[in-house]
């Protein structure tokens, strides 16, 4: 098969390697445990600087304690910062969590939002964790764009620009728009699990025929 002459035509490639790689859907495919957008959205704000595992271990007593956003607008600070300590940075991530649920009780009834020009008014929330609830527990279209597909959408060639909002905004048009957060998860994966910051496993790894960067890193 011809190695793929453009960013859009790897973009394509990547999409159907990484799907039969791990296949199911984005909802599969999310390692962040939860059970509806509100879950998801505090999850997602918890795994900042953290692991998806740690987050795990944490949510189970969260959601215990404080199962609808009503209840989480409010919590005591303290008491949250105990539960929520082991994912590191508690202090502020309590501060977001409030405002968070604050902010989807006084202003969206108690409803997660699914806009993403209501999603960037929470505090707490960037285009990011937007587009992670969006596309995973909302069914919308939504790319995140963390580390991992920062890291291999360069290694790629799929966009050189650094700025997530701005490599979100280039990979968009390569990926149909109900594929998007399922692209991404899949990236999320390979970058886990195969393609790594430092020695990256290129001989074992599905994309390395095409990859620009292959053997090279």
């Not at 973009?11 to 799907?19: D, F, G, T």
């Not at 390569?174 to 999320?188: D, N, Y």
Request: charged content about 25%.
């Amino acid at each position: 098969m011809a190695r793929p002459r453009t960013p859009a035509g790897r973009a394509r490639r990547v999409h159907e390697r990484l799907a039969e790689e791990y296949p199911g859907s984005a909802v599969d495919l999310c390692e962040l445990d939860h059970r509806n957008a509100f879950e998801l959205l505090a999850a997602t704000i918890l795994s900042a600087q953290s692991t998806d595992a740690r987050v795990n271990l944490v949510t189970p007593d969260l959601f215990a304690r404080y199962p609808t956003p009503e209840a989480l607008a409010a919590a005591d600070p303290a008491e949250l910062e105990v539960v929520i300590h082991s994912t590191g940075f508690y202090r502020n991530k309590a501060k977001s969590l409030i405002g968070m649920a604050n902010a989807v009780v006084d202003r969206f009834g108690g409803e997660v939002p699914t806009s993403m020009s209501d999603w960037v008014t929470v505090p707490g929330v960037g285009r990011k964790t937007a587009n992670v609830v969006r596309s995973v527990a909302q069914g919308l279209p939504g790319l995140p764009v963390d580390t991992h597909v920062l890291r291999l959408s360069h290694r790629l060639e799929l966009t050189s620009e650094t700025d997530p909002v701005k490599v979100e905004h280039d990979l968009n048009p390569m990926v149909p728009a109900a594929e998007r957060g399922v692209f991404s998860l899949r990236v999320i994966l390979h970058g886990r699990r195969v393609c790594f910051a430092r020695k990256p496993a290129c001989g074992s790894c599905v994309l390395a025929d095409f990859c620009p960067s292959a053997g090279r890193v």
